[in-house]
């Protein structure tokens, strides 16, 4: 099997997943952490995630050296309303205010998964804006238009400790909110939180694991957005 073939059969977590209760609906369980192939997405992507994505691709130009950009790297896209284009341009001055500092991005080898080297699970979840600092120190900004992002949950810190391995053993985790130019104290993650948040995730996935090897509907709140309704035998 190659490594390819292996990484489209080993099961697959994100966030969402990982806070799963027990009561959380198996099928669909066992096909988005299984089976990822098949579905039908039945929601729309929202516009303000989209104005995050469009600022955050400018600031990762903008750091494609070291250093601090200016106003100029980010020039008005004028392919977004009238409104938006007041978001990301609020969303970028905070950016600028927020981190003075020199940074230049260092992009992960997978941008969305990382494979977990001993049990080959996927761990997913994006990583915004990893890099490094004027010394050298590895550092991840979790930069997001609002605060939503950047309130990490245990799931959201256990992904984010697992998926910057590569960056290096000890990673600052940055965090702020643009358009409140509010910065948060930065999460450090070393070896030790590491190893915890590992602990944490692999008996997590191993408990969804179970619950999706069962593999049967469980009409309910995870009904909401399944992208497996159309297939799905209670709603035939
Ligand atoms: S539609 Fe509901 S019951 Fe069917 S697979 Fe999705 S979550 Fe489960």
């Not at 099928?27 to 192939?37: A, G, P, S, T």
């Not at 030790?192 to 692999?202: D, K, L």
């Not at 069962?214 to 009904?223: K, Q, W």
Request: proline share 6%; net charge negative; aromatic share 6%.
């Amino acid at each position: 099997m190659t490594l390819d073939e292996f990484a489209e059969e080993a099961p697959r977590f994100t966030a969402r997943h990982l806070r799963a209760g027990s009561d959380t609906c198996s099928l669909r369980l066992h096909r988005e952490i299984r089976q990822r192939k098949g579905g039908a997405r039945n929601y729309g992507s929202s516009r303000s995630f989209d104005v995050e994505r469009r600022l955050l691709t400018d600031i990762a130009t903008a750091h494609s050296e070291l250093g601090v950009p200016d106003r100029a790297a980010f020039p008005t896209p004028t392919d977004l309303s009238a409104e938006e284009q007041r978001v990301y341009q609020a969303a970028m001055i905070g950016y600028l205010t927020v981190f003075p500092e020199p940074f230049v991005v260092a992009p992960l080898d997978d941008e969305w998964e990382s494979i977990d080297p001993e049990l080959g699970y996927r761990w997913v979840g994006p990583v915004t804006l990893p890099g490094l600092d004027s010394e050298g120190r590895a550092r991840v900004r979790l930069a997001a238009v609002t605060s939503r992002s950047i309130q990490l949950d245990e799931a959201a810190h256990a992904l984010i400790a697992l998926r910057t391995e590569s960056l290096g053993e000890l990673v600052y985790i940055d965090r702020a909110a643009l358009i409140d130019a509010d910065r948060l104290e930065p999460i450090v993650i070393d070896a030790e939180v590491r190893a915890q948040a590992r602990t944490w995730a692999v008996e997590r996935a191993e408990r969804l694991l179970a619950i999706g090897d069962d593999a049967r509907p469980r009409m309910g709140r995870d009904c909401m957005g399944c992208p497996y309704v159309a297939q799905c035998p209670v709603y035939r």
